[in-house]
T-cell receptor
Framework: QKEVEQNSGPLSVPEGAIASLNCTYSDRGSQSFFWYRQYSGKSPELIMSIYSNGDKEDGRFTAQLNKASQYVSLLIRDSQPSDSATYLCAVYSGNTPLVFGKGTRLSVIA | AAGVIQSPRHLIKEKRETATLKCYPIPRHDTVYWYQQGPGQDPQFLISFYEKMQSDKGSIPDRFSAQQFSDYHSELNMSSLELGDSALYFC???????????FGPGTRLTVL
């Protein structure tokens, strides 16, 4: 059973701070890792993809992958109230659809 | 950029009725996925199609069926609807070999 674990939160950070979201996965053969943002009642929106160990930056977002530790994280710099949403970690392990974590609810306090 | 289109956006049905949800993938995407998301839940994978053939099957009830057509759009057919089928239904699309999935806006199904 392939599993993706996330802390459900809520994670509360003040506006302007760095929000750090974490995700662990069980399948060591996992190949691709994604972060989706989902506002309440809306569809998941892909915000980051990462495929190799290390950091990948895109604007205020940085994804970090450590395959040895089976760990992937998302950092949001200069957090804004509009970043308040549920962040879903998703993992692709080959020959199966994405496996989603249950999501971390982020609340950015103005 | 073109996105995934789903219709209808909202649907209200009575118990035991049938419903058909439609999904139009991003142009040149050949793989379609269907998900069900209940309140406070993560998306649950139902079924996927690649090049009009079923490629994976998840927790799709036997009362549901789906297919992908020659123009790559997909339909999810739901019969004998139950109260518990009330949820958001998302379609996502991708291209084979790239595992990023792009989600449509969803169909909110309410079963009364």
């Amino acid at each position: 059973q392939k599993e993706v674990e996330q802390n459900s939160g809520p994670l509360s950070v003040p506006e302007g701070a760095i929000a750090s979201l974490n995700c662990t996965y069980s399948d060591r053969g996992s190949q691709s890792f994604f972060w989706y943002r989902q506002y309440s009642g809306k569809s998941p929106e892909l915000i980051m993809s990462i495929y190799s160990n290390g950091d990948k930056e895109d604007g205020r977002f940085t994804a970090q992958l450590n395959k040895a530790s089976q760990y992937v994280s998302l950092l949001i710099r200069d957090s804004q109230p509009s970043d308040s949403a549920t962040y879903l970690c998703a993992v692709y392990s080959g020959n199966t659809p994405l496996v989603f974590g249950k999501g971390t609810r982020l609340s950015v306090i103005a | 950029a073109a996105g995934v289109i789903q219709s209808p956006r909202h649907l209200i049905k009575e118990k035991r009725e049938t419903a058909t949800l439609k999904c139009y993938p991003i142009p040149r995407h050949d793989t379609v996925y269907w998900y069900q998301q209940g309140p406070g839940q993560d998306p649950q994978f139902l079924i996927s199609f690649y090049e009009k053939m079923q490629s994976d099957k998840g927790s799709i009830p036997d009362r549901f069926s789906a297919q992908q057509f020659s123009d790559y759009h997909s339909e999810l057919n739901m019969s004998s609807l139950e109260l518990g089928d009330s949820a958001l239904y998302f379609c996502a699309s991708s291209t084979r070999g790239r595992h990023e999935q792009f989600f449509g806006p969803g169909t909110r199904l309410t079963v009364l």
